[in-house]
């Protein structure tokens, strides 16, 4: 009655219970099998503390105040209907919080509570675990549930991709979504293995993770495409559609897959992802459905990260071009106040204002003294008043 879902992030952890408990809701709306469909409440245990769990005594009044599991449990051990019931706890595992339910997961099924007062568990409840290891559990916690491993690689990216496939808006022909495909087939998972033997990053990652971020800045760069003929939006010629979708991928796949290399790592990749693109690549070779030209790639000089792909015009145009060479020192300004535009501050701006767009999470990254806080902060000051509000909080370092 009580089981452990354990694994990393991204490895399908929540879809797969998920997914079984909308298979039992189909079962039995078919009348089949004699099952019955499931109410979940998913409770994240690390998110409070031990009295808001699980209940505690008014230090004052000492009157008893019911916890969030308390209430939870009794309220589904109590009910009368046949469906399933099952808590879970979407949350590390540790041996503060944990070392309470020893008695509902063996064998009486009872929740013992501070008050006095004993739940007894019915035969239609669970308890599902999902944490990502058990490395503070204690052997009587594990000895007294069943345990599920689910490992992020075994599941792989593809499903992500997949699943992407079907969100993509009607102005995508299938052609185009042919287009996309081989794009993900041919160029990611080189990419992923030459960065996991040969580069250095500054945050592990994950495919799952760097794949995300692709299908996320992908969405976002496709703004045009997916408007195109809508009310008030010109309709895009099928060839520009496609020139876009390959650029703005290839475009995706650096920032994202290869984001957090460091700098000597990123001129490594310029030169393998130069050979990939260009197809001369025999163990990768270009699909048919490509149709990038020389002038449809990346310019000779510098690196392939020195290089956006500008939409007006549809060419690779270098981050120097964004630079405004007209901005002016104010009189009085003080130099410490003083942010100079070069080719670092307006590429993180224009991550920050294509993901803030979106309302897109973002992660900067890199060592301190680099300007992340200093153009994040000048970026948010900027924002109209009226829609943003900004917020910032310093985490210390400890």
């Given at each position: 009655?009580?089981?452990?879902?354990?694994?990393?992030?991204?490895?399908?952890?929540?879809?797969?219970?998920?997914?079984?408990?909308?298979?039992?809701?189909?079962?039995?709306?078919?009348?089949?099998?004699?099952?019955?469909?499931?109410?979940?409440?998913?409770?994240?245990?690390?998110?409070?503390?031990?009295?808001?769990?699980?209940?505690?005594?008014?230090?004052?009044?000492?009157?008893?105040?019911?916890?969030?599991?308390?209430?939870?449990?009794?309220?589904?051990?109590?009910?009368?209907?046949?469906?399933?019931?099952?808590?879970?706890?979407?949350?590390?595992?540790?041996?503060?919080?944990?070392?309470?339910?020893?008695?509902?997961?063996?064998?009486?099924?009872?929740?013992?509570?501070?008050?006095?007062?004993?739940?007894?568990?019915?035969?239609?409840?669970?308890?599902?675990?999902?944490?990502e290891?058990?490395?503070?559990?204690?052997?009587?916690?594990?000895?007294?549930?069943?345990?599920?491993?689910?490992?992020?690689?075994?599941?792989?990216?593809?499903?992500?991709?997949?699943?992407?496939?079907n969100?993509?808006?009607?102005?995508?022909?299938?052609?185009?979504?042919?287009?996309?495909?081989?794009?993900?087939?041919?160029?990611?998972?080189?990419?992923?293995?030459?960065i996991?033997?040969?580069?250095?990053?500054?945050?592990?990652?994950?495919?799952?993770h760097?794949?995300?971020?692709?299908?996320?800045?992908?969405?976002c760069?496709?703004?045009?495409?997916?408007?195109?003929?809508?009310?008030?939006?010109?309709?895009?010629?099928?060839?520009?559609?496609?020139?876009?979708?390959?650029?703005?991928?290839?475009?995706?796949?650096?920032?994202?897959?290869?984001?957090?290399?460091n700098?000597?790592?990123?001129?490594?990749?310029?030169?393998?992802?130069?050979?990939?693109?260009?197809?001369?690549?025999?163990?990768?070779p270009?699909?048919?459905?490509?149709?990038?030209?020389?002038?449809?790639?990346?310019?000779?000089?510098?690196?392939?990260?020195?290089?956006?792909?500008?939409?007006?015009?549809?060419?690779?145009?270098?981050?120097?071009?964004?630079?405004?060479?007209?901005?002016?020192?104010?009189?009085?300004?003080?130099?410490?106040?003083?942010?100079i535009?070069?080719?670092?501050?307006?590429?993180?701006?224009?991550?920050?204002?294509?993901?803030?767009?979106?309302?897109?999470?973002?992660?900067?990254?890199?060592?301190?003294?680099?300007?992340?806080?200093?153009?994040?902060?000048?970026?948010?000051?900027?924002?109209?008043?009226?829609?943003?509000?900004?917020?910032?909080?310093?985490?210390?370092?400890?």
């Amino acid at each position: 009655h009580g089981f452990m879902i354990v694994g990393d992030a991204m490895g399908g952890k929540s879809s797969a219970y998920k997914v079984l408990a909308a298979g039992l809701a189909d079962l039995h709306s078919s009348g089949l099998m004699e099952e019955y469909k499931v109410d979940f409440r998913i409770i994240n245990p690390k998110s409070m503390t031990m009295g808001e769990l699980y209940g505690c005594f008014d230090p004052v009044s000492h009157e008893w105040s019911d916890g969030v599991l308390a209430n939870t449990f009794r309220e589904q051990a109590s009910a009368t209907d046949e469906n399933r019931k099952w808590i879970v706890f979407d949350g590390p595992v540790d041996a503060i919080w944990i070392e309470n339910m020893n008695t509902v997961l063996d064998d009486n099924k009872k929740l013992c509570l501070m008050s006095g007062e004993i739940i007894q568990m019915s035969n239609k409840m669970n308890l599902i675990f999902e944490p990502e290891d058990l490395e503070v559990a204690s052997p009587a916690t594990v000895s007294r549930c069943g345990m599920i491993y689910m490992e992020p690689h075994q599941l792989g990216w593809k499903p992500l991709v997949d699943s992407y496939m079907n969100t993509l808006p009607n102005t995508i022909t299938d052609e185009n979504k042919k287009l996309i495909t081989d794009l993900f087939d041919w160029l990611v998972q080189p990419c992923l293995d030459f960065i996991r033997h040969n580069c250095q990053l500054f945050v592990s990652t994950l495919p799952q993770h760097q794949i995300h971020s692709l299908l996320q800045l992908y969405t976002c760069l496709m703004d045009e495409v997916s408007q195109s003929g809508s009310e008030g939006h010109p309709t895009m010629p099928q060839t520009q559609i496609t020139l876009w979708l390959q650029c703005l991928f290839l475009f995706s796949l650096l920032w994202t897959v290869g984001g957090a290399m460091n700098g000597p790592s990123r001129v490594k990749f310029d030169a393998f992802f130069r050979m990939l693109v260009s197809g001369t690549d025999q163990d990768h070779p270009r699909p048919k459905s490509i149709k990038l030209n020389k002038a449809n790639l990346f310019p000779d000089r510098g690196i392939v990260f020195d290089y956006f792909f500008q939409k007006v015009g549809g060419n690779w145009s270098s981050w120097e071009d964004l630079i405004d060479r007209n901005s002016s020192i104010p009189t009085g300004a003080k130099v410490s106040e003083l942010i100079i535009p070069t080719v670092d501050t307006v590429r993180q701006t224009y991550f920050l204002e294509t993901y803030l767009k979106h309302e897109v999470p973002m992660l900067f990254l890199g060592p301190t003294g680099t300007g992340k806080s200093a153009i994040t902060s000048n970026f948010l000051v900027k924002l109209p008043k009226d829609k943003y509000v900004p917020n910032v909080v310093n985490f210390s370092a400890r």
